[in-house]
C-alpha cells in the first residue's frame, strides 16, 4: 500500500485521546500471549472458547496484578480455528491466523473513546456467519490528505443507535462500550482496535485476521495499531523467532546431518490429536509421527505426566509402584513366557539393552540382522544396522554382523505368487548359520522388526518368522523382536507384530510410541535370560522406568484399552489399504500397496514390469502433501515407499481427507 508507512509516520507524531478512558502504559495493563505457541492457551483448543479463555485471561491478569489485558498485533492464533476462516472449504487449507490488530480486555460495558477526529465511515452488526457484534469505521486523513480508517469491533449494540454514517467524531468523544458474549462472538469482554490504510471497497467485512502466506500484504493494509495505543514495547513478550532466524540459528549450531524434513522445512509449535501446527497456525494432518500414539498432547497423558511430575520424578534405586504397575500391566499383553522387564529411556537404550542380554545368555558374538534394518543410533546399533553402515558415511559390516535379506515378496527374489516364499526367505538365515558353524563359530542371535519399517513397510510373507526362530534356535540363538514401530496395537489384527507370524520371541524391545513421547523403552525377556544377565553387573538406567514416564505409559494403555483403538487401526486401516489399492488403477505410478492396521506402504515405481523405484515421484508427492496440510514420509532402499503410520486414533474422516488429496496428486505425476 504506497502511503501506508506515510500514514504511520504522520501518527507517530500526533498525541491521543486513551482508548478505554485511562493510559496503557501502566503497570495496570499486561500484554497477553494467545499465539499458536502459547503456554497460557495450551494445545487443547476447548481453552480457545468463551469460558475456558475468560478463565485463563482472568487468572493470567490476576498473577500480573493487572486490570487490562492487551492481545498483539500480527500474532498467528488458533482461536480461529472455525471452518469460516478457511480458504476454498478444503477442511485442511489455510486458516486466516494472522492477528491485523490489538485487543484491548476489559469488563463487558467498558467505555470506549475516539483516539483521534474521525467521521463515521460504517456502522454495522456483523451477526452472521461470524456473529462477532456491533463494529465501527472512522474515517481519518493526515495532513497531508492522504485517507486511513479506524476499525473497533465487538461492541455493545447502543453503538448502532448512538451514531450514523457521516457524523463527525472528535477525539475523547465517547464511541461505545464493549460488548458482552454472546454478541462478541461468545468471546471474553473486549475491543479489537485497528487500523487500515486501505478499506479495498470491503468497509464491514475488511477481515480481522488474514492468511500467513499473504502476511506482508495485510502488515501493510493495516499496520501496527500500538502507534496510537502506545503500550510501552517492552511489555510484549518474545514473540517466536521469525522462521528464517530459527533456520539460520539450526544451521550455526546443531550438527549438519542431524536432518529436517520436507524441501522447505516446517516449523512445528503445537500438536493436538492427530494434527501438527506450524508457526503460522496451519494445520496439517499428521500421518507420519508414530511416536505420539494415542495422539498429540493427549488430554489423559498431560494430566498424567502433570501430576506425577508434580509430585516425584527420580531414579529407580528406590521402591515405587509405578513402575511395578507398568511392568504388570506390560507383561499382562505378552504371553507367559515373557516376564521380565528393565526399563529404560530409548528404543536405542533398549537394543542396547537387548545386544548385552544376549551375549550374557549364550556367550557369543554373532548375530544375523536383516538387510536395510535400523535399531537406533549408539555405536552398536550402527553395527548392526545395515540401512545405516552400508549407506552414506557408513563404514560397512563388521565381522561378528551378518545380513539375512529382507524378505520382500514384492521387490525380492520370491514374490506373492509362490507359498513357500517365506520359508525361501528363511532358508538364507540357515545358510548364514551353517557357514558360521563351518567355521567352528557360534550364533548369538537374531534381531529384526516384527514388520520391517525402513525396509519399507514391509510384511513378511507367511511362515518366515517361524522358520527362522527354529533354525536360529536350533543353532543355540537368541530371537529378538523389536516392535518399535509396529507394537501396541497398531496393526488392529493382533497387539504385537510377531503374534502376525504366530511366533514367540525370546525378548521384545519397545520405545518411542509406548511413552506417547515420554523417554520411555523397554526390553521384555524371559526368566532364564535375566538371570544369565544378573551375572554380578549391575544393571542401571539412571531415569529408565520413572515415575514420570511410567504414569505416562500406565495412561497410553488406559487410552488403547477405553478408547478401543486396536479396533479403530484395524478398521481405519483396512480402509485405507482397499482405497489405496482401488487407486493403482487409476495410477500406474503405484506399484504395490501393503500393510497391516495402521502401518502402511505404497511403493512408487516408474515401470510394474521392470520394477524401477520412482524415488522421485515420491519425494514430490510427499512435498505435495505437505502443501494439501498431509505430513508423510518415504522410505524403503530405494526411497520410493510412501510411509503412513499416522496415531491410532486417526478416523474415517481422517482417512477420506488424506485419500482426496493423494488422489488428486496422483493425478499430477506422469512417468
Known amino acids: ?121 460504517c456502522l454495522a452488526n456483523n451477526a452472521a456467519p461470524l456473529d462477532y457484534g456491533p463494529l465501527v469505521i472512522l474515517r481519518h486523513q493526515t495532513a497531508a490528505g492522504e485517507p486511513f480508517y479506524t476499525l473497533y ?47 479495498l471497497e470491503r468497509d464491514a467485512d475488511f477481515p480481522g ?47 549438519g546431518n542431524l536432518s529436517l524434513t520436507y524441501s522447505h522445512p516446517l516449523k512445528i509449535v503445537r500438536g493436538w490429536r492427530q494434527y501438527l501446527y506450524d508457526d503460522t497456525g496451519r494445520a496439517y494432518l499428521d500421518m507420519y509421527n508414530n511416536v505420539p500414539h494415542v495422539g498429540h498432547t493427549h488430554p489423559r497423558i498431560v494430566k498424567a505426566v502433570q501430576e506425577q511430575v508434580g509430585l516425584l520424578t527420580t531414579n529407580t534405586r528406590y521402591l515405587h509402584d509405578n513402575i511395578n504397575r507398568y511392568a504388570e500391566r506390560l507383561c499382562a499383553h505378552l504371553p507367559e513366557a515373557l516376564e521380565v522387564c528393565y526399563f529404560v529411556n530409548s528404543a536405542s537404550e533398549a537394543n542396547e539393552l537387548a545386544l548385552r542380554l544376549v551375549r550374557a545368555y549364550t556367550r557369543q558374538t554373532n548375530l544375523i540382522v536383516m538387510d536395510t534394518a535400523y535399531h537406533g543410533h549408539t555405536t552398536a546399533l550402527i553395527d548392526i544396522s545395515p540401512y545405516k553402515f552400508n549407506g552414506p558415511g557408513g563404514e560397512g559390516r563388521k565381522d561378528w554382523v551378518h545380513v539375512a535379506p529382507v524378505p520382500d515378496d514384492y521387490r525380492g527374489p520370491y514374490k506373492r505368487d509362490d507359498p513357500e516364499r517365506g520359508r525361501k526367505y528363511a532358508a538364507h538365515v540357515a545358510e548364514i548359520i551353517a557357514d558360521l558353524q563351518a567355521q567352528g563359530q557360534g550364533l548369538c542371535g537374531f534381531i529384526a522388526e516384527s ?75 524371559t526368566r532364564a535370560i535375566a538371570e544369565a544377565f544378573d551375572n554380578g553387573m549391575e544393571f542401571f538406567s539412571t531415569f529408565g522406568g520413572n515415575p514420570v514416564s511410567c504414569a505416562a505409559g500406565l495412561a497410553l494403555l488406559d487410552v488403547l484399552e477405553e478408547e478401543q483403538l486396536q479396533a479403530n487401526a484395524l478398521t ?100
Open 572 to 671: 481405519i486401516g483396512t480402509f485405507l489399504l482397499d482405497s489405496m489399492t482401488a487407486l493403482m488403477e487409476r495410477h500406474p505410478v503405484i506399484g504395490d500397496v501393503r500393510g497391516v492396521g495402521l502401518f502402511l506402504g505404497v511403493e512408487l515405481v516408474k515401470d510394474r514390469e521392470t520394477l524401477e523405484p520412482a524415488a522421485e515421484q515420491a519425494s514430490y508427492l510427499i512435498n505435495r502433501l505437505r502443501d494439501h496440510g498431509i505430513l508423510a514420509g518415504t522410505d524403503g532402499p530405494h526411497h520410493n515407499v510412501i510411509k503412513l503410520r499416522p496415531s491410532m486414533i486417526f478416523s474415517q474422516a481422517d482417512a477420506e481427507l488424506f485419500l482426496r488429496a493423494f488422489d488428486s496428486i496422483l493425478g499430477e505425476i506422469t512417468l
Open 209 to 255: 485476521v488474514g492468511l500467513a502466506s499473504q502476511r506482508p500484504v495485510w502488515l501493510s493494509l493495516s499496520p501496527d495499531p500500538n502507534v496510537v495505543l502506545g503500550v510501552p514495547a517492552d511489555r510484549f513478550p518474545t514473540l517466536e523467532l521469525p522462521y528464517e532466524e530459527t533456520l539460520r540459528q539450526r544451521r550455526s549450531r546443531l550438527g
Open 1 to 121: 500500500v504506497p502511503h501506508s508507512q506515510r500514514v504511520v509516520e504522520w501518527l507517530a507524531q500526533q498525541t491521543f485521546a486513551p482508548l478505554v478512558g485511562e493510559s496503557l502504559v501502566g503497570d495496570t495493563c499486561y500484554v497477553l500471549d494467545l499465539s499458536v505457541s502459547s503456554r497460557m492457551l495450551g494445545a487443547n483448543p476447548e481453552n480457545s472458547t468463551c469460558g475456558p479463555m475468560t478463565r485463563l485471561i482472568e487468572d493470567a491478569l490476576w498473577a500480573a496484578g493487572s486490570h487490562i489485558g492487551i492481545g498483539r498485533y500480527d500474532e498467528p492464533r488458533l482461536i480461529y480455528a472455525n471452518d469460516l476462516f478457511a480458504t476454498g472449504g478444503d477442511p485442511l487449507a489455510e486458516r486466516r491466523t494472522i492477528h491485523l490488530g490489538l485487543d484491548v480486555w476489559m469488563p463487558a460495558g467498558t467505555p470506549i473513546y475516539a483516539p483521534l477526529d474521525g467521521v463515521v465511515h
Open 153 to 199: 469491533g465487538h461492541l455493545a449494540e447502543d453503538v448502532l443507535s448512538r451514531w450514523q454514517i457521516g457524523q463527525a467524531v472528535q477525539a475523547g468523544d465517547l464511541l461505545a462500550h464493549m460488548g458482552p458474549p454472546p454478541i462478541n462472538g461468545d468471546w471474553p469482554p473486549h475491543v479489537h482496535f485497528q487500523i487500515i490504510t486501505d478499506l
Open 451 to 525: 514388520l520391517p519399517s525402513v525396509g519399507g513397510q514391509i510384511v513378511p510373507p507367511p511362515h518366515y518368522l517361524e522358520t527362522v526362530y527354529t533354525h536360529v534356535r536350533a543353532a543355540g540363538g537368541v530371537c529378538i523382536a523389536d516392535e518399535v514401530q509396529v507394537g501396541f496395537g497398531r496393526l488392529g489384527r493382533c497387539f504385537w507384530g510377531f503374534e502376525l507370524q504366530e511366533v514367540v520371541p525370546d525378548i521384545i524391545v519397545l520405545g518411542k510410541p509406548i511413552g506417547n513421547g515420554q523417554p520411555l523403552g523397554a526390553v521384555i525377556t
